[in-house]
């Protein structure tokens, strides 16, 4: 499959346009949320779709991440949190018709929309797309009161995590975590978690292999150094993976290890 290495919005859109190479089905899964010009990325969709063409885009939902304290998700990679309203809002403008959304549970919960050119488009409308739309109204998120607890729900986590680590420590057990992503690292900096409550964090990826997380500075190691140490508590930092990591982690079981998840409230797993 060739492969474009450019970053795409209008001006690309309109290369390749000249070029014969207009699309039936484009596909975006989570890009939204890390274009710095939205409007024009949008646009280039608009402009490279074929008459009949249809267009996808799937992004983490603002409701979901408000509702389920998913502040973790808050970092220097997205430009944007969206509602399916104010993606409605860029698309209109910049030549789209959102006429399907489907929810996910991608990411803690996510939406796939299903757009058409404005002008030539003639898929009908699904009753989705407008129960959708009404869901975000009805639930309040155009007023700043749906905003304004986020910050308490934010704080009470980072308390019960920090309450949780300061009591293994002192009864002499030993944490480690799971997943050094970017929402793990967005998570203990702002707790101001460092080596001395977590021992270290396992990551199947070599490349982060004897490397640090940013700011915590807690050793990333390969996932061998568990059945070497035996943790008493894995917490899991990646908490919409979490049945995929206990499922590949099951085998800590057998010395009584148990789960932790930190968000949106402290839950122990045996």
């Given amino acids: ?5 450019d970053f795409f919005g209008r001006e690309l859109a309109e290369k390749l346009v000249k070029k014969n190479k207009q699309a039936d089905l484009m596909i975006a899964n989570n890009v939204l949320a890390h274009v710095p010009n939205i409007n024009d990325f949008v646009s280039g969709f608009a402009r490279l779709l074929k008459p009949q063409g249809i267009a996808t885009f799937e992004f983490p939902h603002l409701l979901e991440l408000v509702q389920k304290s998913q502040f973790d998700t808050i ?3 997205h430009f944007s949190y969206l509602s399916l309203t104010t993606v409605n809002q860029i698309f209109s403008s910049n030549g789209l018709n959102i006429f399907d959304v489907e929810e996910l549970p991608t990411h803690g919960g996510s939406l796939r929309v299903f757009a058409q050119r404005k002008d030539t488009g003639t898929q009908k409308l699904c009753f989705r797309f407008s129960k959708q739309l009404e869901q975000e109204k009805k639930m309040g998120m155009f007023s700043k009161n749906f905003y304004l607890n986020f910050q308490s729900k934010i ?38 978690i460092k080596q001395d409550l977590i021992s270290y964090i396992v990551d199947r990826n070599p490349a982060k292999q004897g490397k640090f997380m940013p700011g915590s500075h807690i050793p990333i190691v390969d996932e061998k150094k568990l059945r070497q140490t035996k943790p008493d508590y894995i917490l899991i930092l990646p908490w919409n993976l979490k049945k995929e990591v206990m499922q590949q982690l099951n085998y800590v079981r057998t010395w009584g290890a148990l789960f932790v998840i930190a968000i949106p409230q402290i839950e122990i797993i045996p």
């Fill in 1 to 5: 499959i060739p492969i474009i290495e």
């Fill in 75 to 77: 970092y220097h990679e």
């Fill in 155 to 192: 704080d009470r986590i980072k308390k019960e995590l920090m309450d949780f680590l300061l009591e293994t420590k002192k009864q002499g057990k030993v944490v480690a975590a799971y997943g050094a992503a970017a929402k793990g690292n967005t998570l203990m900096n702002y707790a101001a």
